[in-house]
């Protein structure tokens, strides 16, 4: 099951502590396709430009490359308008702008926030913050054994009081997808809103903003092949349209008088100062790589992976393995532990064979704490990984409890 | 890297004995270590009396360096003046940071110079000092009890 998609990839030609790097974070970050590189390139070798502000030709085509990058996001995501579809700097902004802007204006006393447990903490803390600043309660949807959200809990803790429902469709630690069709339609039928963090979803399968009926979905372009500091926020037009501004500044605005300003209308809002275009532009080249490779693709060749890895891992006696009881409901993401050893440890005798893991909370404490785990090894694929890393992995963790003077 | 520059026999035991990983009865100063980014936590306790660490234990989660390496501290501290432990920690950090390379000087500390090579490895720095610190804001602690009793 060797692919050849590696062979697009320029940082994995290179060997790492002089074995070949086999390269398992790709939920903390992906690698980048040299057709993003080149486009990133191209835009600083002959586009850059101010978008949006110069009355000469090379603005005009900055512009433009902005535009139509937007206008690619916004069919990527099947979104109604591209004027629903806003740039920031990554889904953290994304949520921050959401918190702010939208649950500072909305959210009164006594009003509920849903979150889950499997959150990320960029999708609790501005929540936490939120709930303090207007006298909300933050309500946890907890998983199950398995890790997965069961209709029961939903149906429990979404209610009247509930006013925003935000929640990731994949869980960054144990790669479970949730079932968002179902949150939104109990949350909507209590007239909440509903955030999707689509971080670890969005690279993986196809997600359509409107046949899932999401109010707001937000994601990282780097987590999809893309430059880090380009992400993007989707929203419903009348709900981003009765939204303040969340940072104010030049070309989110209409007029500016010495004691007040209007504010530009949708998307350029949302987009105070200059822009990533550079950024952007290479996340339209992402979107074109994904779509080259097709999302049934990268469906089959994660589902596989997870197929072919779990039962190995199953086999090794010292592994403890986290939320691998349903695999259809399983992304290309594996959180595990070897006993007796911290993952801090597993991660750098693995990174001694070249292996490159995460180790450590994954920004999940909520979820960590709940797991009863300090912290985790988690193993994060995508389409460019192959079998061959797989055994790269359960050969570099049969040395590790050997490293540190146990036996196996 | 070579992993046996790192994992040592000497750490590799350190991190599995329990031998100075345990609550202690009537410390007189107890602090918390903790790593934020990666979710360590140590409790590092001590009985200081007439200026004497009489005992000292730890508590808590973490890797094999961080674990090992406050071992090795608590093994080295163990019925020292505090203006001891206070050179053993600058020694220590002297030496994670390159600083203090003679071999001389990093004579005092004895086992814990199996952590020298994590000075290689700067990813983990974090957790081969993590104790260290802890007991230096523990000894400052101590240090202002003192001098609100006296």
């Known amino acids: 099951?060797?692919?050849?998609?590696?062979?697009?990839?320029?940082?994995?030609?290179?060997?790492?502590?002089?074995?070949?790097?086999?390269?398992?974070?790709?939920?903390?970050?992906?690698?980048?396709?040299?057709?993003?590189?080149?486009?990133?390139?191209?835009?600083?070798?002959?586009?850059?430009?101010?978008?949006?502000?110069?009355?000469?030709?090379?603005?005009?085509?900055?512009?433009?490359?902005?535009?139509?990058?937007?206008?690619?996001?916004?069919?990527?995501?099947?979104?109604?308008?591209?004027?629903?579809?806003?740039?920031?700097?990554?889904?953290?902004?994304?949520?921050?702008?959401?918190?702010?802007?939208?649950?500072?204006?909305?959210?009164?006393?006594?009003?509920?926030?849903?979150?889950?447990?499997?959150?990320?903490?960029?999708?609790?803390?501005?929540?936490?913050?939120?709930?303090?600043?207007?006298?909300?309660?933050?309500?946890?949807?907890?998983?199950?054994?398995?890790?997965?959200?069961?209709?029961?809990?939903?149906?429990?803790?979404?209610?009247?009081?509930?006013?925003?429902?935000?929640v990731t469709q994949v869980s960054n630690v144990l790669g479970i997808v949730n079932p968002i069709e179902k949150i939104v339609h109990k949350a909507h039928s209590v007239g909440a809103v509903v955030i999707v963090d689509g971080a670890q979803s969005v690279p993986h399968f196809s997600v359509d903003v409107r046949a899932l009926d999401v109010d707001f979905l937000v994601f990282s372009g780097h987590k999809m092949l893309a430059p880090m500091g380009v992400g993007v926020l989707y929203g419903k037009e009348h709900l981003l349209d009765k939204m303040p501004p969340f940072l104010s500044g030049g070309d989110m605005i209409e007029y500016v008088w010495e004691q007040d300003t209007s504010f530009a209308p949708l998307p350029a809002k949302f987009e105070a100062g200059t822009q990533n275009v550079g950024g952007v532009l290479g996340l339209s080249a992402a979107i074109d790589y994904i779509e080259k490779v097709g999302f049934p693709n990268i469906e089959q060749i994660e589902e596989k992976l997870i197929h072919y890895a779990i039962p190995k891992l199953q086999q090794l006696s010292f592994i403890t393995l986290y939320g691998c009881d349903d695999l259809s409901k399983k992304t290309g993401v594996i959180s595990f532990n070897v006993n007796d050893i911290h993952p801090h440890d597993v991660s750098s005798i693995l990174d001694a064979d070249g292996v490159a893991i995460r180790a450590g909370h994954h920004c999940a404490h909520p979820l960590m704490r709940y797991l009863g785990v300090n912290a985790t090894c988690r193993a994060s694929f995508y389409f460019y990984n192959t079998r061959e890393d797989v055994d790269a992995l359960i050969n570099a963790l049969g040395r590790v409890r050997g490293v540190l003077g146990y036996g196996s | 890297m070579d992993l046996s520059e790192i994992y040592t026999e000497i750490i590799a035991e350190h991190n599995k004995s329990k031998r100075n990983k345990k609550q202690m009865e009537n410390p007189t100063v107890i602090l918390k270590g903790r790593n934020p980014s990666c979710g360590d936590e140590i409790e590092l306790a001590l009985k200081v009396e007439k200026n004497i660490i009489q005992d000292a234990s730890f508590t808590g989660v973490g890797c094999a360096i961080s674990q090992a390496s406050t071992s090795m501290m608590i093994d080295l501290i163990r019925g020292q003046t505090i203006e001891k432990a206070q050179l053993l920690i600058d020694t220590f950090l002297g030496m994670i940071k390159r600083e203090i390379t003679e071999e001389d000087q990093l004579e005092i500390l004895d086992e814990a110079v199996a952590l020298q090579n994590i000075s290689n490895m700067p990813a983990r720095v974090k957790c081969a000092v993590l104790s260290w610190h802890t007991l230096e804001s523990a000894i400052t602690a101590e240090e202002g009890n003192i001098s609100k009793s006296s």
């Open chain 1, 1 to 166: 099951m060797s692919n050849n998609y590696v062979n697009d990839f320029p940082i994995l030609q290179q060997t790492m502590n002089g074995k070949r790097l086999v390269y398992l974070d790709n939920g903390a970050t992906t690698q980048k396709p040299l057709s993003v590189i080149n486009a990133v390139q191209e835009y600083y070798a002959a586009f850059n430009a101010n978008p949006h502000r110069g009355a000469y030709e090379l603005s005009v085509k900055a512009t433009q490359i902005y535009e139509d990058a937007r206008e690619k996001v916004r069919k990527f995501l099947g979104a109604e308008k591209a004027s629903e579809i806003i740039f920031t700097k990554n889904a953290t902004e994304s949520l921050n702008l959401l918190a702010y802007s939208y649950g500072m204006t909305f959210i009164s006393p006594g009003d509920e926030i849903v979150i889950s447990i499997a959150e990320h903490h960029s999708n609790i803390v501005p929540w936490q913050q939120v709930a303090k600043a207007k006298g909300a309660t933050l309500q946890y949807l907890y998983v199950n054994e398995a890790g997965i959200l069961t209709d029961e809990e939903i149906e429990k803790k979404i209610s009247s009081k509930t006013k925003i429902v935000a």
